[in-house]
């Protein structure tokens, strides 16, 4: 079951992972050309982006300064460098939440793990035309 963040209906946090993972199951199984997480993109973001890129295409969506809370942490251990680990932004029809974490491995920078979107569904009918969407773009989980 997809669950989408509306009044009641459970995160799609859960949902992204199950379809990430889906993904990466497709790809291990089969030599068929399949749902490939690292190509497919989330409002232009895509996983592996650095902090510069995501904050470039989120500026260019009218997401910006304000728009964009960060949350940093020590980049290695015992390191007094800090790095991004967390941008959250509210967007015109829900909140996005973007996690760093392992390297990017041209530059070195923390790179995007993680893309969450929770939609918002508050007129009736919305969440199930957000459900049948999302499947028919990136196929069950």
Same mark, same amino acid.
């Given at each position: 079951?997809? &669950?989408? $963040?509306?009044? /009641?209906?459970?995160?799609?946090?859960?949902?992204?992972?199950?379809?990430?993972?889906?993904?990466?199951?497709?790809? $291990?199984?089969?030599?068929?050309?399949?749902?490939?997480?690292?190509?497919?993109?989330?409002?232009?973001?895509?996983?592996?982006?650095?902090?510069?890129?995501?904050?470039?295409?989120?500026?260019?969506? &009218?997401?910006?300064?304000? /728009?964009?809370?960060?949350?940093?942490?020590?980049?290695?251990?015992?390191s007094? $460098?800090?790095?991004?680990?967390?941008?959250?932004?509210?967007?015109?029809? /829900?909140r996005?939440?973007?996690?760093?974490?392992?390297?990017?491995?041209?530059? &070195?920078?923390?790179a995007?793990?993680?893309?969450?979107?929770?939609?918002?569904?508050?007129?009736p009918?919305?969440?199930?035309?957000?459900?049948?969407?999302v499947?028919?773009?990136?196929?069950?989980?």
């Amino acid at each position: 079951m997809l &669950g989408f $963040a509306s009044h /009641g209906a459970r995160d799609v946090t859960r949902t992204w992972t199950r379809l990430l993972a889906a993904g990466g199951m497709l790809l $291990a199984v089969s030599s068929a050309v399949a749902f490939d997480p690292l190509k497919t993109d989330i409002l232009h973001l895509r996983l592996g982006m650095t902090e510069a890129d995501v904050v470039a295409i989120l500026a260019r969506q &009218g997401i910006a300064g304000a /728009g964009l809370q960060r949350e940093v942490r020590a980049c290695a251990r015992h390191s007094p $460098a800090l790095c991004v680990a967390l941008i959250q932004a509210r967007t015109g029809d /829900g909140r996005l939440t973007i996690s760093f974490g392992s390297a990017n491995v041209e530059t &070195g920078q923390p790179a995007v793990v993680a893309i969450h979107y929770w939609l918002d569904g508050r007129q009736p009918g919305e969440p199930a035309m957000i459900r049948t969407s999302v499947l028919d773009r990136f196929g069950p989980p």
